[in-house]
């Protein structure tokens, strides 16, 4: 029983110092994000609205775009306007309904959220060709099984939000 209280207490340790080395290489690496996001014109709310139109191959409707960030469609009808005024999005007619218009980005609206999203801290050759051979191979089955557990995190998540939108099924009484 005492090795679990040792496994727990070390555990806990290296999650805490883990916790703390993310907050530092975040402080380190901000200075780096600040020049991508001052440069961008956009409000946050229509920031969002590109990130979901860019995760919409179709596009979406104005309407979808409301309940999707939870504003009204007067509000959401705006920040689309300011958005097609800057020629970060267009508004087209929808291929199967003509009374139905969706909002697409455009290429430039793409190209912003592309530099943007290029901004994002990662990994680079020169500071991880300073690591020892065995401080690179122990980070390497770090970095994979952290990935894998994200995975499997994720997986479980889209397994329950499909659990919870498939319609409840009768119970087998037998």
């Not at 946050?44 to 860019?54: A, H, I, P, R, T």
């Not at 508004?91 to 430039?108: E, G, N, Q, S």
Request: net charge negative; proline share 6%.
């Amino acid at each position: 029983m005492e090795s679990f209280d040792v496994d727990a207490a070390d555990q806990a340790a290296l999650l805490d110092e883990l916790l703390r080395m993310q907050a530092v290489m975040e402080t380190t690496v901000v200075p780096e994000l600040v020049e991508p996001l001052l440069s961008i014109r956009l409000t946050m709310q229509q920031l969002k609205v590109l990130v979901v139109l860019m995760s919409e191959p179709d596009g979406s409707t104005v309407q979808g775009l409301s309940k999707t960030l939870g504003v009204s469609l007067a509000t959401m009808s705006g920040i689309v306007d300011r958005l097609t005024g800057q020629g970060m999005a267009r508004r087209v007619d929808d291929p199967t309904d003509h009374r139905v218009r969706r909002v697409l980005a455009t290429p430039r609206g793409r190209e912003v959220m592309h530099e943007l999203l290029a901004a994002r801290p990662q990994l680079s050759r020169p500071p991880l060709e300073r690591l020892e051979l065995e401080d690179l191979r122990a980070l390497t089955r770090g970095v994979g099984a952290l990935l894998r557990a994200m995975q499997t995190e994720a997986e479980a998540a889209a397994a329950e939000t499909a659990a919870e939108a498939a319609p409840d099924a009768a119970p087998d009484e037998l």
